[in-house]
């Protein structure tokens, strides 16, 4: 009898269930349910409050909506009884965090504390707890701890701590009232085992927690500020589970909402890019995987720890396990060029696309794919939206250099994937220096499927070959391999997530193989990006940032 | 009994005659006539002869049909006498140049020449002699000539000897036949007067002539090639006539052609630029002129000889005699703008403009104008079709800085139109820097009309009040002033092309003063600009000219 798990992939805007066959990773049904409060950033739901700019909540009921309805949908459509169904995963966004009571209630759930926004969810792209995150940083600096060299030298303000400390700050009675702090997957997964239980890579990746090392000092959490002191033994805990593990058994209530059995294996839970590693067949060093979608995250695994400058972290285990898992970002890929077609592409193209029955991204991309290298004489720095890896600067802004009179609209719009492409490889280049090899790359996300151009100048900009991951959906499908590891062998499942990778997950046959000719020219242009991304990204003229301070200066 | 003038601007595409009194410059009457074969770049006339990339030819019949057209035509529109009209002026593109037998007929005209395309004229914008160009330069900076210094260290592909050198090395033949080579402003005047009159300006702008020490040495002219050595005095003439000198009286079969009265002065030929300074009421030192169209050339008078950097020439008695005349340049401003409109304006732009009747140019300065200096983040170096003044390099290319995903168009186009300003900032300090100082800018040509935004970014950039010439012919009007002067006091003409410009030369009312609060925010923006323009263009990143070349080189 075939078995099947499920992984539960939680999004910005929904949360979708996919059942998959255990034996072969085969995808036999998938439904996806849409938060009804969706990203919370005019006004609180209820009272109608209206938040500051930078805000981004979410409301924990969304998550449970998606358990009652997502799951039983994959059930029916696929026919699968509950009983063959052995194990569920969830990953979710992070770091995206709550306040709750020690039942596990949100306090956002209860009357008193519903109409103050502190109370609810703090989604990963909540961005208002900058000044915190430059305290978090200033601190670090001062008292020389050593754990900021694994997040690339800075913490963001979308992290872990950043969103207490302004918590704290802002609503001290919230912080007060919170039994505990805690990463809405966690959360998740205490309502379907009754158990609270902290996973290791948002511990790692968002809280700067590590295997060896544990959180930062009580002393530096006093010195940021004497009421957080005792924040991880009063509001979190040190017990972390380690990825791949069993969190527990579903409960009964749980059993109700998602129409599986009671006691089903519940996976320890994850983040939505590291899941997505072993589901694109990774589970050694040497093959990143870069997640290409509105923004690029490359990962790569490491067998020894390393500090790489401007990466967005590493993790010991934290990917997975035995080995240090290695994140970068780059701020701007899919986002550039939604940017460019909306703002900078002639009124002729959209009617000409319009004529041919495609999109403008599409015409653009054929007339782009006509182009040789270098012909157009065009180089762009990628930082529409700053840079976080390797250079961890916001304030960077883009650039394009080499137009002429003849300059055409795809001439610009292959520059800035061009741009990406060097961005990408110079990420490679630095974890290279720094001691972790990347010969392979396995892309996953939405671009490769909708952009072949920009996956074959990746490949020949980068040196490297280019698979493709064979899933749509590898979170869901990541989260699916866990549910099966934390069933366990005996069960059906499997020992460990290499083993689940080995069955599980699957490249498509296409791949992109690099162009000797098009490499020889693009390292010539890369060695010209290189010249300007230090000119302007290392102190040598500071004027993006200038001219960002003016900007904020005239619009008062 | 008024008087009048008529003048005669020879444009590129057509010609135009214009009326005007005498006494008050009032324009009477104005009638265009196009040039029936236009820019020959295609195909030559008759034979359909393919003509190679960059060239630009014109036929000679073309000019004299613009006399036998709209000369009449002004003294039917205006009702005036011929007994009235007491002299004649022209001004032309230049170099435009073309090889003639002794008897003044144009080798084109010729059954044996008609289909060698080097016997037609050379249009100011035949690029094809670059070859001939570097060759006139490199042999200048090897025999250490000193003219070289007077044009910004480099000689144009447009002037006068690379289009003789370019007739001599592909066409020695048309070379041996042409009895003369004689600029075509010079030719119509010879045409109307039956002199051969060779006149100062685009002799000292375009042929390396100056006053104090003629043309270049024989010697030189031999070094360049052995069959050039004569050639001023073979096919040219030493004999250079002042501007505001008359060139001599209408022939019995111009005045046919025009309608005028034999006898009718016609004073020296002129440059359409250059013509357009005492046309702008300048005929002092500290004034700067600044035609402002597709491209922008600025003119100012100077009491002293000053070798100023990267000018396109300075002539004594160039502009306004007993002054030396400077002339700088900016390849590419409305060009500029109408390039950005085609290529980079989104098509909700282009909808929303044709709903409100709008031109995208009218509808982006409104946006645009409402932006605040600096308020868009943005800096570019107006580099797209290269930079003539101050770094007289044609390999430069433009550059965009400080954009982000929140970039809109009307903020490009803005940081556009100030990266222009930017350059004549740069211009005018150079001026200054060098000894020749510039107090006020008297703006004329298209834009100043069509670009209110723009003339107050000029003023708030540069520091300067801006006036607007009266006239929308400045061309013309300088013109029918030069002609007013070659009739001289007695006939009711001038003594002087001062005492012209005094009475017939006018500003508008409505002038530009610059905002302090604005001119304090460009301080810091154009000092982004300088170290930005120095970096790319003075050599230390040279990366423009490599992205230039390896550009050339895959389009092979």
Redesign the interface.
């Given at each position: 009898m075939a078995k099947y798990a499920i992984g539960v992939d939680f999004g910005t805007e929904s949360g979708r269930a996919l059942l998959v066959d255990v034996a072969d990773g085969r995808e036999v049904a998938s439904a996806v349910h849409a938060y009804a409060n969706g990203v919370i950033d005019d006004r609180l739901p209820g009272s109608g409050l209206r938040l500051p700019p930078d805000w981004a909540l979410q409301d924990p009921n969304d998550y449970l909506e998606v358990l009652k309805h997502a799951v039983p949908a994959v059930l029916r459509e696929s026919g699968v009884s509950a009983d063959d169904v052995i194990g569920l995963g969830i990953d979710f966004t992070a770091c995206t965090m709550m306040p709750v009571k020690a039942s596990g209630a949100p306090l956002c759930f209860l009357p008193e504390w519903r109409d103050n926004p502190h109370a609810w969810i703090k989604l990963w792209k909540h961005h208002a707890a900058q000044p915190e995150a430059d305290r978090i940083n200033e601190t670090a600096r001062r008292m020389g701890e050593a754990w900021l060299d694994r997040y690339g030298s800075k913490i963001s303000s979308e992290w872990f701590f950043s969103k207490t400390l302004q918590i704290l700050d802002e609503s001290p009675e919230i912080y007060e009232a919170a039994d505990r702090l805690i990463e809405a997957a966690d959360w998740v997964i205490w309502q379907l085992t009754g158990v609270e239980t902290r996973n290791s890579c948002t511990a790692g990746y968002k809280a700067m927690w590590s295997k060896r090392e544990g959180f930062p000092s009580n002393d530096y959490f006093r010195t940021l500020d004497p009421r957080l002191e005792n924040v991880v033994d009063e509001k979190m805990s040190r017990d972390i589970a380690a990825l791949g593990g069993k969190a527990g058994g579903l409960t009964a209530e749980a059993a109700k909402w998602t129409g599986l059995k009671p006691g089903t294996a519940v996976a320890v839970a994850n983040v939505d890019a590291h899941v997505a590693v072993p589901a694109s067949t990774v589970v050694e060093p040497g093959r990143m995987v870069i997640i290409m979608g509105t923004s690029n995250c490359h990962m790569v695994l490491g067998v020894e720890e390393r500090t790489v400058p401007g990466m967005c972290g590493y993790v010991e285990d934290g990917i997975i396990p035995g080995f240090f898992g290695y994140e970068a970002g780059q701020s701007?890929v899919g986002?550039?060029f939604a940017?460019f077609t909306?703002?900078?592409?002639?009124?002729a193209?959209?009617?000409g696309a319009a004529q041919r029955g495609v999109s403008v991204h599409q015409l653009l991309e054929e007339r782009a794919a006509a182009l040789?290298?270098?012909?157009?004489?065009?180089?762009a720095l990628d930082w529409?939206?700053g840079n976080r890896s390797v250079l961890v600067d916001v304030d960077l802004?883009?650039?394009?250099?080499?137009?002429?009179?003849a300059?055409?609209?795809e001439e610009i719009y292959r520059a800035l994937i061009e741009a990406t492409a060097y961005g990408t490889r110079m990420i490679i280049e630095t974890f290279q220096a720094n001691g972790v090899p990347v010969h392979e790359i396995v892309a996953t996300g939405g671009l490769p499927d909708r952009n072949k151009l920009l996956m074959q100048i990746y490949a020949d900009v980068t040196g490297r070959p280019i698979k493709v991951a064979g899933t749509h959906q590898s979170g869901a499908l990541g989260s699916a391999m866990h549910g099966a590891v934390a069933a366990g062998a005996a069960a059906g499942g499997y020992a460990s997530i290499v083993d689940a990778a080995k069955k599980m997950a699957h490249l498509r046959a296409d791949a992109y193989t690099p162009n000797p000719a098009a490499k020889a020219?693009y390292d010539?242009?890369y060695a010209?990006y290189a010249?300007?991304h230090d000119?302007?990204g290392r102190g040598a003229?500071d004027?993006?940032k200038?001219?960002?301070t003016?900007?904020a200066?005239?619009?008062g």
């Amino acid at each position: 009898m075939a078995k099947y798990a499920i992984g539960v992939d939680f999004g910005t805007e929904s949360g979708r269930a996919l059942l998959v066959d255990v034996a072969d990773g085969r995808e036999v049904a998938s439904a996806v349910h849409a938060y009804a409060n969706g990203v919370i950033d005019d006004r609180l739901p209820g009272s109608g409050l209206r938040l500051p700019p930078d805000w981004a909540l979410q409301d924990p009921n969304d998550y449970l909506e998606v358990l009652k309805h997502a799951v039983p949908a994959v059930l029916r459509e696929s026919g699968v009884s509950a009983d063959d169904v052995i194990g569920l995963g969830i990953d979710f966004t992070a770091c995206t965090m709550m306040p709750v009571k020690a039942s596990g209630a949100p306090l956002c759930f209860l009357p008193e504390w519903r109409d103050n926004p502190h109370a609810w969810i703090k989604l990963w792209k909540h961005h208002a707890a900058q000044p915190e995150a430059d305290r978090i940083n200033e601190t670090a600096r001062r008292m020389g701890e050593a754990w900021l060299d694994r997040y690339g030298s800075k913490i963001s303000s979308e992290w872990f701590f950043s969103k207490t400390l302004q918590i704290l700050d802002e609503s001290p009675e919230i912080y007060e009232a919170a039994d505990r702090l805690i990463e809405a997957a966690d959360w998740v997964i205490w309502q379907l085992t009754g158990v609270e239980t902290r996973n290791s890579c948002t511990a790692g990746y968002k809280a700067m927690w590590s295997k060896r090392e544990g959180f930062p000092s009580n002393d530096y959490f006093r010195t940021l500020d004497p009421r957080l002191e005792n924040v991880v033994d009063e509001k979190m805990s040190r017990d972390i589970a380690a990825l791949g593990g069993k969190a527990g058994g579903l409960t009964a209530e749980a059993a109700k909402w998602t129409g599986l059995k009671p006691g089903t294996a519940v996976a320890v839970a994850n983040v939505d890019a590291h899941v997505a590693v072993p589901a694109s067949t990774v589970v050694e060093p040497g093959r990143m995987v870069i997640i290409m979608g509105t923004s690029n995250c490359h990962m790569v695994l490491g067998v020894e720890e390393r500090t790489v400058p401007g990466m967005c972290g590493y993790v010991e285990d934290g990917i997975i396990p035995g080995f240090f898992g290695y994140e970068a970002g780059q701020s701007c890929v899919g986002d550039h060029f939604a940017w460019f077609t909306e703002n900078c592409v002639p009124a002729a193209y959209a009617r000409g696309a319009a004529q041919r029955g495609v999109s403008v991204h599409q015409l653009l991309e054929e007339r782009a794919a006509a182009l040789k290298p270098g012909e157009s004489g065009l180089l762009a720095l990628d930082w529409w939206n700053g840079n976080r890896s390797v250079l961890v600067d916001v304030d960077l802004t883009g650039m394009l250099l080499g137009a002429t009179l003849a300059t055409r609209a795809e001439e610009i719009y292959r520059a800035l994937i061009e741009a990406t492409a060097y961005g990408t490889r110079m990420i490679i280049e630095t974890f290279q220096a720094n001691g972790v090899p990347v010969h392979e790359i396995v892309a996953t996300g939405g671009l490769p499927d909708r952009n072949k151009l920009l996956m074959q100048i990746y490949a020949d900009v980068t040196g490297r070959p280019i698979k493709v991951a064979g899933t749509h959906q590898s979170g869901a499908l990541g989260s699916a391999m866990h549910g099966a590891v934390a069933a366990g062998a005996a069960a059906g499942g499997y020992a460990s997530i290499v083993d689940a990778a080995k069955k599980m997950a699957h490249l498509r046959a296409d791949a992109y193989t690099p162009n000797p000719a098009a490499k020889a020219v693009y390292d010539r242009l890369y060695a010209e990006y290189a010249t300007l991304h230090d000119y302007f990204g290392r102190g040598a003229n500071d004027v993006m940032k200038r001219l960002k301070t003016l900007k904020a200066a005239m619009r008062g």
